[in-house]
């Protein structure tokens, strides 16, 4: 018996079904934890701005894999991912569309280069972050910095 997914889909898949709805895109961050803060990429392309290094979700990928790949692309750190944060979902999070960002935790070493679409990527110290902030990631930041301190995990609704 079909399910909802595949009924009326003549080659049992709900592919068909999903192209008649408009869905957020599946995009990942990765705050890395160096020796000295966090890294963060200077975007080569709009929206402008400093940022966590990440990306969007490729087709067949999962977000952990796609965190791993955007941080090396961006940083040329190899991540370990240690920590699932959060998901930040809010519609008006990118300026360029509706996007869901599921936010990891990793550690590295070395010192980051920016690569791909980074201008540069640096380090920084909770109380010397740069700014502008691109997308939400002024509240990821502030999100993760009262992690850090205190234990206490942001709201759901981000």
Aim: aromatic share 8%; hydrophobic share 40%.
């Amino acid at each position: 018996m079909p399910s909802a997914l595949t009924a009326g889909q003549p080659d049992g898949s709900f592919r068909g079904g999903l192209s008649k709805h408009r869905n957020p895109v599946p995009t990942v961050d990765a705050i890395i934890e160096v020796p000295g803060g966090i890294v963060l990429i200077r975007r080569l392309n709009p929206p402008p701005g400093w940022a966590l290094p990440g990306g969007f979700i490729e087709y067949g990928e999962t977000a952990a894999a796609a965190a791993v790949r955007e941080a090396r692309e961006e940083t040329g750190l190899d991540v370990s991912l240690t920590e699932l944060f959060h998901v930040y979902s809010d519609p008006a999070r990118d300026p360029r569309g509706h996007t869901i960002a599921t936010v990891f935790i990793g550690m590295a070493s070395g010192a980051p280069v920016g690569g791909d679409d980074a201008a540069e990527a640096a380090v920084f110290a909770a109380e010397s972050l740069p700014s502008p902030l691109a997308f939400d990631h002024a509240r990821i930041l502030d999100d993760y910095f009262v992690y850090k301190r205190t234990g206490r995990r942001p709201p759901y609704a981000r």
